[in-house]
T-cell receptor, first 117, second 112 residues
Framework: SQTIHQWPATLVQPVGSPLSLECTVE??????LYWYRQAAGRGLQLLFY??????ISSEVPQNLSASRPQDRQFILSSKKLLLSDSGFYLC????????????????FGPGTRLTVT | DAKTTQPNSMESNEEEPVHLPCNHS???????IHWYRQLPSQGPEYVIHGLTSNVNNRMASLAIAEDRKSSTLILHRATLRDAAVYYC?????????????FGQGTRLTINP
């Protein structure tokens, strides 16, 4: 069965410090990978998605970047954190199905709660 | 991106059916309607999806209006574990990736 891991689970970082959040998926190959952020009391906002190694699409301009060095690894980074980067960061994956090439289910990880102080 | 409109909150009693409405008047002919739910401090969980016909699975049923401008998620017999924020989402495929645009969702409270 497929599983998705995120770490760390929680993180407190000062403003101006760097960030690296990691996400790995097991039990599937060539997944589509996604990074979302959820600010307190808000819905989820898609930040980045990737359809393959080294392929990153950004949805919104921001202080963050993403990389996909391996098929099942997705990393979210920042060189200098801002207060507004605080939130709940979620990684997710999905696959395209062969019959209709439409992926209908997206599977989310447990998330990382980031507090920038 | 096509948008959805949901009530901010709803309340129901345990073991009673729950009908969660969603309006999506700008839906296009190829948009699928997806529902996800999110429990506190967890990632969202896929519930159900549909295109034109009503759909049933082990978690819920999805009733889609004939003009597809609205839909209703039906929990047939709510339990306390169904208390969550429910998101109605129009599903887009962009460059082979699935793009979900989350709104504010409906916070469902289940009373014992």
């Amino acid at each position: 069965s497929q599983t998705i891991h995120q770490w760390p689970a929680t993180l407190v970082q000062p403003v101006g410090s760097p960030l690296s959040l990691e996400c790995t998926v097991e039990g599937t190959s060539n997944p589509n990978l996604y990074w979302y952020r959820q600010a307190a009391g808000r819905g989820l906002q898609l930040l980045f998605y990737s359809v393959g190694i080294g392929q990153i699409s950004s949805e919104v301009p921001q202080n963050l970047s993403a990389s996909r060095p391996q098929d099942r690894q997705f990393i979210l980074s920042s060189k200098k954190l801002l207060l507004s980067d605080s939130g709940f960061y979620l990684c997710a994956w999905s696959v395209l199905r062969s019959q209709d090439r439409v992926s209908h289910e997206q599977y989310f990880g447990p998330g990382t709660r980031l507090t920038v102080t | 991106d096509a948008k959805t409109t949901q009530p901010n909150s709803m309340e129901s009693n345990e073991e009673e059916p729950v009908h969660l409405p969603c309006n999506h008047s700008t839906i296009s002919g190829t948009d699928y309607i997806h529902w996800y739910r999110q429990l506190p401090s967890q990632g969202p969980e896929y519930v159900i999806h549909g295109l034109t016909s009503n759909v049933n699975n082990r978690m819920a049923s999805l009733a889609i209006a004939e003009d597809r401008k609205s839909s209703t998620l039906i929990l047939h017999r709510a339990t306390l574990r169904d208390a969550a924020v429910y998101y109605c989402i129009l599903h887009l495929i962009i460059q082979g990736a699935q793009k979900l645009v989350f709104g504010q969702g409906t916070r469902l409270t289940i009373n014992p």
